[in-house]
């Protein structure tokens, strides 16, 4: 570690705004009997895009808009396994003219505090064209709840 640079602190349940609840897999453990890192990611992408679906501004299947991730991280403070229960929560620290950049915490079972936190940058594209539109009033209503300073 670079001198100057301290270690983050894993936040508590009270820094996000809404909890959606995934389950772990057995698949999800690797050879250190753990859960590997990139299945992170994948929890981060199932919580935000099951957000969306679930308040109507995101449908993956016919919409004329998507939102595609441009850029990603992650911290890891504790290990998770299969079959902990992970509750993912969602904060938007960032809404900008066609994007959203979504805080995870990823909870462990009934830890109190995150076992990971993670980030990523939503873009909100045509699906058609890739192209970037900007997020409209339905997809500002469903975030403004979830936005922190």
Not at 21 to 40: E, F, K, P, Q, S
Request: proline residues 3%; contains cysteine.
């Amino acid at each position: 570690m670079a001198s100057g640079m301290s270690r983050a602190i894993a936040a508590d349940r009270a820094a996000y705004k809404v909890f959606r609840t995934l389950t772990t897999r057995w698949a999800d453990n690797d050879i250190y009997g753990h859960m590997n890192n990139v299945v992170h990611y994948s929890l981060f992408d199932t919580a935000v895009n099951g957000f969306l679906i679930e308040k109507g501004v995101l449908d993956i299947h016919g919409g004329g808009r998507i939102f595609v991730v441009v850029e990603t991280g992650c911290r890891y403070f504790a290990e998770m396994a299969f079959p902990d229960v992970v509750h993912a929560g969602i904060r938007v620290a960032r809404l900008g003219g066609s994007s959203a950049r979504y805080e995870v915490g990823l909870f462990r079972n009934e830890e109190p505090t995150a076992a990971a936190e993670g980030y990523f940058i939503h873009v909100q594209v045509d699906r058609a064209t890739r192209r970037p539109l900007a997020l409209d009033d339905e997809t500002r209503l469903a975030l403004a709840p979830l936005t922190v300073d």
